[in-house]
């Protein structure tokens, strides 16, 4: 593993955990996770109100909004939901905003063609069954223990080109460039998102967000909204949107895990997506903001140990897994655009204003001593200035053997 720009031991160790640790599966896994979905369509399937045929393809199920997944949890057995945020971050609204508002607002759910799910309900994409077995991971809370988890093989590779911020932060904010990477095999994938962990290297929790291209998820090459969450360094905790019991979503407009377009091309017209994450100073409960910064849904603060006072390591990039890699051969899954840094605006794929949220609730910009780091600089690179960051690459190429 070469580690690109010197860091601190600590952050190459937390970087290593979770590059090891991140949706490593067995066997045994995939039967538990295939009787775990069908338990959760079951559910979705009573909660249904009403259900809506994307021109897409999606099917979205309205779900009362108090039997959405995440009251199986049991922490949440008595949980009231919180309909808003009580206080916003202070900040939120600059002269950038303004625009990148008039961009968002150009980014539609595809399903709205065909309805709408009414008050009190949430959409949730309907899980087709052949995307079953591979859905990362599903509610495996206490079943899987750190002790028994298989070491990453050579075969599993998980690589990072990030910008991070450590300190005592309360959320972070991005507007982040969305394209449509080339995914070379069903078993990887290719993410864009604001990560915000707290905690021990081996059981970090973490809570993040972005767009991503995985087909083993969602059965397609498709740019789809994500979110995910862990209380253990993904050990046996972890899995994305709704797909287990924790994340709160009070929103009726927008499915998690729907595609995203139009897509940015490549000496074209550019398109954003704007995210926000932010600890609620009166609840403790980790809003997410989406799009013109309308409340998504929340993580309720009783689900965390760490993350229940603050973060501490804020990182904002991109992810690739390729797995299963063989003969020496580098897959060409891409990070971001498909192409590097250097290329700039309009080429590489970017985040733009970047921000952390502060002790005092304001949004102010990452501090002095913001570093970048990537895992395999010469498949992936990483550059930040002037707020901006731009990352990615191609994956297989010349200089990445
Ligand atoms: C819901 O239940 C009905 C009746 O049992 C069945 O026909 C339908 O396929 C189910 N839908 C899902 C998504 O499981
Ligand atoms: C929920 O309320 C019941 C009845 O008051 C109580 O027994 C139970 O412990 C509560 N659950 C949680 C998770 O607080
Ligand atoms: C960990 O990796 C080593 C070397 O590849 C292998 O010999 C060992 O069996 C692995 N351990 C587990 C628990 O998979
Ligand atoms: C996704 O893209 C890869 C690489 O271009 C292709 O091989 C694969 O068939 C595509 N998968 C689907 C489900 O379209």
């Not at 595809?110 to 309805?115: A, K, M, R």
């Not at 002790?359 to 990483?382: E, M, W």
Request: with cysteine.
């Amino acid at each position: 593993m070469k580690v690109y720009i010197s860091m601190s031991y600590d952050l190459v160790a937390l970087l290593l955990v979770i590059i090891s640790l991140w949706c490593i599966e067995t066997k045994a896994q995939a039967t538990m996770q295939q009787l775990r979905v069908q338990q959760y369509l079951k559910r979705l399937n009573k909660s249904t109100i009403k259900s809506i045929k994307s021109p897409d393809g999606d099917i979205i199920d309205c779900v009362h909004i108090y039997h959405q997944p995440a009251f199986d949890h049991p922490l949440l057995e008595n949980h009231t939901i919180q309909m808003r945020p009580s206080i916003l971050p202070s900040g939120l609204y600059d002269e950038n905003e303004v625009a990148s508002k008039m961009e968002g607002s150009s980014i539609p759910q595809h399903w709205h063609q065909n309805g709408r799910c009414p008050e009190d309900t949430i959409p949730i994409r309907r899980t087709k069954k052949d995307e079953l077995l591979s859905v990362s991971s599903i509610e495996r809370h206490g079943k899987k223990r750190h002790g028994t988890i298989p070491n990453a093989t050579s075969a599993d590779a998980e690589e990072f080109a990030v910008v991070y911020a450590t300190g005592e932060y309360y959320g972070a904010k991005a507007i982040i460039n969305v394209w449509n990477p080339t995914v070379a095999r069903p078993h990887d994938f290719s993410a864009s998102a604001l990560w915000v962990m707290a905690g021990p290297f081996d059981q970090f929790n973490a809570v993040e967000a972005g767009w991503h291209v995985h087909p083993g998820l969602y059965g397609d090459n498709k740019t789809r909204l994500f979110t995910s969450w862990t209380i253990d360094g993904y050990t046996s905790t972890g899995c994305y949107n709704l797909l287990c019991s924790g994340f709160i979503q009070v929103n009726n407009d927008i499915a998690l895990g729907s595609d995203i377009s139009p897509i940015s091309s490549y000496g074209g017209r550019q398109y954003e997506i704007t995210l926000l994450i932010s600890k609620d100073p009166k609840t403790g409960n980790w809003w997410l903001q989406f799009g013109n910064l309308s409340p998504l849904g929340y993580w309720p603060s009783s689900l965390f140990h760490d993350l229940s006072d603050s973060a501490s390591l804020i990182e904002w990039g991109g992810q690739v897994a390729n797995r299963q890699v063989g003969g020496g051969q580098y897959p060409s899954t891409m990070m971001g655009s498909g192409h590097v840094p250097e290329q700039g605006f309009g080429k590489a794929s970017y985040f733009k204003n970047i921000q952390i949220v502060d002790q005092f609730n304001d949004l102010r910009a990452p501090p002095q001593g913001t570093k970048t780091i990537t895992t395999n600089p010469s498949c992936y690179h990483v550059r930040y200035a002037n707020n901006y960051i731009y990352y990615g690459g191609p994956g297989s190429n010349p200089s990445c053997p």
